[in-house]
């Protein structure tokens, strides 16, 4: 189970300051979720293949589809500053 000198370690790591009723009410909670873990762990899941998700669904992305061509010079030219074959941006400090 969960210590009041754990949850004060943990939000030691944290850089939390909590006073001591929140103290003792994170103490209670964690213990809580740490007793619900362990029931998880009672149940048996051998026949349980894993996944990625709950819920199956498909990517509904888009295929990629080259628009247009464009040359390196095209592309250049709208550019307000070139040096070579760059941009060429301003400076930042």
């Not at 004060?8 to 619900?36: C, S, Y």
């Not at 990629?64 to 390196?72: A, L």
Request: zero cysteines.
């Amino acid at each position: 189970m969960i210590t009041k000198k754990d949850v004060e370690h943990v939000a030691k790591l944290a850089r939390l300051e909590l006073t001591e009723e929140e103290k003792e009410k994170f103490t209670h909670q964690l213990g809580d979720v740490l007793a619900h873990v362990e029931k998880m762990n009672e149940v048996d899941t051998s026949n349980v293949e894993p996944m990625n998700h709950p819920i199956d669904f498909v990517n509904v992305t888009r295929e990629d589809v080259k628009i247009y061509d464009s040359t390196r010079e095209e592309l250049m030219s709208n550019a307000p500053d070139v040096e070579g074959d760059f941009f060429k941006v301003p400076k930042i400090n």
